[in-house]
């Protein structure tokens, strides 16, 4: 029999919803750990930092301090492969958005002896380490968590999704948020995967899987700017589970 | 006896990176603290300038094991300020999508965060191979839970449905069936879960705490009524300020949360069931009559057991509310002035607080938000003081196997509290 994987989850900053997805997983989670041997997940057992190398680590959160870039590269340095598990992972997701701020306003709004408080800009892993795999989403999507653990246990490449957000959405024949309400959907850019979850519950995409590749960012602006939606709204939009990379914006 | 400081790093089974620093002289405490290294996130500072109509979905991100309780809080604050009444039906099913986060949250902390210390071993994963009927319950009472709150919200984690104003969505007619069927066996799993942990083997500590809970004239208050302490006093979220303030201390790295200026206080299961015992339905009361607690509840250990009657109290509910479906208009339409809304809401973990003040355009001019975790921080490092001198004669691994046991039973919530808290990273 083949050793089983060994498997570390860690959290930088974040909500810990990624990790609770895994719990999520309820009773399918003891068949995963059939193949996987869970060798760190501190939010549900005692487990202390492993010292023995791991086969992947799912790493939840943004980077937004110098201690959580050594921890981040002390995990690197100890996984074979690693997975950005989550908008705050894969792009720094909401956290980014007081990267906006001058540094030092956001601290003295939250605390009244900012001082003590240290905390720079947030940022998705792949800015201090190479990142082996992106599980998208805030939070990630069960289904895609499943396929890139038995992904790795097969030692295969884990699946990427190829498709926005817009193309599920059309597939599952919802009404479109975007033409028939005027309100700006990030669908047509986004990455899909989740199953359009939100334009299926009458609620426009508001990107929380970030940019797809390939895809014109800037045509959608302009359509909806073609549709009458505030500039004040466009730039809301464009900032939140991701900053977009629009000119001029 | 000669002085010692006992550490608990990264403190396990709970959510978030917190650690807590006792220092004991003469069998006594001489200082507590229960110090949060996780990072702050400044939500009250990046919602400044986003749009009010948001609050809802970006207050979800600060919890993810209770983001319903954040979504519900942050509509109603903004409805308030707006003075958008909502219809009672909307308000029901509201009720039963906080009922599956609180029951989500409790068969987390049950049997995944808690039973471990009691069981023996250091996860329920290690246990499944020795217990697997017992993990699989708890399994099944999360899928349950999780069922319900993707049922009426989209998601369990960062539910979408919810939105100021309403739903945008109706849950379907066509999954009630299978929803019902879920909830009426999972009644049998947590009534097993009452007697399962009333088994359990709970440490002697009985200190006086002062508990606040929301509370209502109708039935278990969850997510309408006014706050309500042990201590006589009743206030409502606009004059919530009045009552609970926040310092900073020295020696200290948490801000306080103080009732009345002088006191810790207690939110939570605990509080709910001491305050609102006689609105509990009556398969909960038998529930905690055969598992042998009444109220007043005063040892924090027991928790464990009153978190599982909430479970039974929440699949009764639900059951109940949704009946044979729930219409529910479409939302209410927003239409913004320069307002300002607050909200009290009771989380899985206690007593929410959410508060607005937007402009005309909708924007969002300040926030303030104080979570349950917050409200206990004081609380937890008092029950310190007064449990150690009692089992000072513990060796030091002993001692913090028991302290860990007292930080859990409050089932904190650190990503939720860190904007509350005063933070010093002291990572080692």
Redesign the interface.
């Known amino acids: 029999m083949v050793d089983k994987l060994k498997v570390g989850v860690f959290k930088l900053t974040s909500c810990s919803g990624c990790q609770m997805v895994l719990v999520h997983l309820e009773e399918s989670l003891l068949e995963v750990l059939k193949h996987i041997d869970l060798k760190y997940f501190r939010m549900v057992s005692d487990d202390d930092l492993p010292n023995e190398p791991l086969d992947a680590a799912l790493v939840e959160g943004a980077v937004t301090n110098e201690e959580e870039a050594a921890m981040l590269k002390k995990i690197r340095r100890l996984s074979r492969f690693l997975v950005a598990t989550g908008a705050c992972a894969a792009t720094g997701g909401v956290n980014a958005m007081k990267n906006i701020t001058p540094e030092g306003e956001v601290e003295s709004i939250v605390y009244s002896s900012p001082e003590y408080v240290r905390s720079g800009k947030a940022f998705g892993l792949n800015e201090y380490v190479k990142v082996d795999a992106y599980l998208y989403g805030c939070p990630i999507d069960r289904n895609e968590l499943v396929n890139t653990l038995m992904s790795l246990v097969l030692r295969v490449p884990p699946y990427i999704p190829g498709l926005t957000v817009c193309m599920e959405c059309k597939m599952k024949g919802n009404e479109c948020v975007f033409l028939t309400r005027r309100e700006p959907c990030l669908g047509p850019v986004t990455v899909g995967g989740c199953g359009a979850l939100c334009p299926s519950n009458n609620v426009a995409c508001e990107g929380c899987r970030g940019v797809l590749k390939g895809t014109n960012v800037n045509g959608l602006v302009s359509a909806w700017e073609k549709a009458g939606v505030s500039p004040e709204l466009i730039r809301i939009k464009l900032r939140k589970y991701t900053v977009y990379p629009v000119a001029g914006r | 006896m000669a002085d010692r400081t006992i550490v608990y790093e990264?403190i396990?089974?709970?959510?978030?990176?917190g650690s807590l620093e006792v220092t004991i002289s003469g069998g006594e405490v001489v200082d507590a603290k229960l110090k949060i290294?996780?990072?702050?996130?400044?939500?009250?500072?990046?919602l400044?300038g986003?749009?009010a109509l948001?609050l809802p979905?970006?207050t979800a991100?600060?919890?993810?094991?209770c983001?319903i309780a954040h979504v519900i809080t942050a509509a109603k604050a903004v409805e308030n300020a707006l003075e958008i009444a909502l219809d009672e039906k909307t308000i029901a099913l509201r009720k039963a999508l906080a009922l599956s986060g609180i029951m989500q949250s409790h068969a987390?902390h049950v049997y995944?965060?808690a039973a471990?210390d009691f069981l023996g071993y250091?996860?329920?994963?290690?246990a499944?191979k020795d217990l697997?009927d017992v993990?699989?319950r708890g399994?099944?009472l999360?899928?349950v839970a999780?069922m319900v709150s993707e049922y009426i919200g989209?998601?369990?984690?960062?539910p979408?449905?919810l939105?100021v104003g309403g739903f945008?969505?109706p849950p379907h007619a066509d999954g009630l069936e299978k929803v019902h069927n879920a909830l009426e066996n999972a009644l049998r799993d947590a009534l097993e879960t009452v007697k399962l942990v009333s088994g359990f083997n709970y440490p002697e500590f009985e200190p006086n705490h002062v508990n606040v809970a929301l509370s209502s004239g109708d039935g278990y208050a969850i997510t309408e009524g006014f706050a309500k302490a042990s201590s006589g006093e009743y206030f409502e979220s606009r004059d919530y300020r009045r009552y609970v303030s926040e310092e900073?201390v020295p020696h200290s790295?948490t801000k306080r949360s103080m009732f009345k200026n002088n006191s810790a206080f207690e939110v939570g299961p605990v509080s709910r069931f001491n305050l609102n015992y006689e609105s509990l339905c009556n398969t909960a009361k038998e529930a905690a009559e055969k598992a042998g607690i009444k109220p007043p509840v005063k040892n924090p250990f027991k928790s464990t057991i009153v978190r599982a009657v909430e479970i039974v109290q929440a699949i009764e509910e639900m059951r109940s509310i949704l009946g044979e479906g729930v219409s529910i208009p479409p939302p209410r339409k927003t239409r913004f002035r320069q307002s300002s809304g607050s909200a009290l809401t009771e989380a899985p973990r206690g007593l929410l607080y959410h508060s607005y003040s937007i402009d005309r355009d909708g924007n969002v001019l300040n926030a303030d938000i104080v979570t349950p975790t917050a409200h206990n921080s004081w609380r937890i490092e008092r029950d310190v003081f007064e449990l150690v001198p009692s089992v000072a004669h513990l060796d030091d691994e002993s001692l913090k196997r028991l302290l860990g046991m007292l930080v859990r039973a409050y089932d904190p919530c650190i990503?939720c509290s860190v904007?509350a808290f005063?933070?010093?990273?002291n990572?080692t």
Do not use: M
């Not at chain 2, 396990?12 to 990176?17: A, D, F, K, L």
């Not at chain 2, 991100?61 to 094991?65: A, D, M, P, S, V």
């Open positions: 990264y396990s089974r709970v959510e978030g990176q290294f996780e990072a702050p996130r400044f939500f009250e500072a990046f400044r986003r749009k948001e979905e970006l991100r600060i919890c993810g094991i983001p987390l995944f965060l471990p250091p996860s329920a994963i290690a499944s697997a993990v699989r399994f099944r999360k899928r999780n989209g998601r369990a984690v960062h979408v449905t939105t945008t969505k900073q790295n990503s904007h005063t933070v010093k990273l990572r």
